[in-house]
């Protein structure tokens, strides 16, 4: 994500006009913004383009329409090169004339940026949703998504990588790493706890992966501490949220109502 540019701009907004069912879109620049005149329902309603979001190979707009909402424009760039079908506009629902009243129209809560993508794709999101006013005043740390979105306070961790690195169980790996200097990488970690953290295997024959330890020259099931994927369930599971946008050290429960595995969003295998 980031502000619509010069620089960030993929998309033809040199008068470019595209059509589908009961809509039309132009494209335009005026004084340095990028405009996108659309006509549905029979009126024409010109729009300033706020953001971009995406690069490759697709780029889509963000519109600010009223009392703080950024939507997604319905119409998307395809970015990828002209002889694989790219540099062309394309609507978001290829096969749908979707309507002014349709929950998947533009301006509908569904492709509203604040409460459906924001707090994924930028650090430190508060929503600030007005219930009285119906108004949103979000605000973000970081424009995109950070080191900060999955470890939280990064100076404390920077303090306790540092603290590792110089104790005295540090491995000769972690002393060689330590004498370049970089004591800020996931490189730092040591020998026992790479191999701690195990790996995610699929097996011949498993129709999912699973987690796995080296035993005697050969990878086996094993078990492990969960806690840590606290942090990944915040956005890589199917929720509801309990609290304005995601603190990466509080408790995902704290924050969430997970949705059960039940047909058909997950198969008996729990894919």
């Not at 009223?66 to 629902?93: C, H, L, M």
């Not at 992966?209 to 990878?219: P, T, V």
């Not at 109502?257 to 039940?262: D, E, G, V």
Request: proline share 4%; glycine share 8%; net charge negative.
């Amino acid at each position: 994500m980031d502000h619509a540019t010069n620089e960030t701009v993929l998309g033809n907004f040199d008068n470019a006009t595209t059509t589908h069912f009961s809509q039309r879109a132009t494209f335009s620049r005026k004084n340095g913004e990028f405009l996108a005149t659309l006509t549905e329902a029979g009126e024409a309603t010109q729009y300033t383009v706020s953001y971009v979001f995406g690069h490759y190979p697709l780029q889509q707009y963000l519109i600010e329409t009223e009392n703080g909402r950024f939507q997604v424009f319905p119409f998307a760039w395809d970015s990828r090169d002209e002889k694989e079908g790219g540099q062309r506009w394309y609507p978001n629902y290829q096969d749908e004339d979707i309507g002014v009243n349709d929950r998947l129209h533009w301006k509908q809560p569904m492709q509203n940026w604040n409460g459906m993508c924001a707090d994924c794709h930028s650090t430190g999101l508060t929503r600030n949703f007005d219930t009285d006013t119906l108004a949103f005043n979000s605000h973000f740390d970081s424009i995109n998504v950070s080191c900060a979105s999955c470890h939280g306070d990064m100076a404390k961790h920077v303090t306790q990588n540092n603290s590792t690195l110089s104790s005295a169980n540090s491995s000769k790996a972690d002393t060689a790493i330590a004498d370049t200097g970089i004591h800020n990488s996931h490189n730092t970690l040591s020998t026992g706890e790479q191999r701690a953290m195990g790996q995610w295997l699929l097996k011949k024959g498993d129709t999912i992966a699973r987690w796995q330890k080296l035993e005697n020259g050969e990878y086996k099931p094993a078990n492990r501490d969960n806690s840590f994927m606290d942090t990944c369930f915040g956005c890589h599971s199917l929720r509801s949220p309990l609290t304005d946008g995601i603190n990466p050290e509080r408790h995902y429960l704290d924050q969430f109502t997970p949705s059960l595995l039940y047909p058909p969003f997950t198969l008996l295998t729990g894919k």
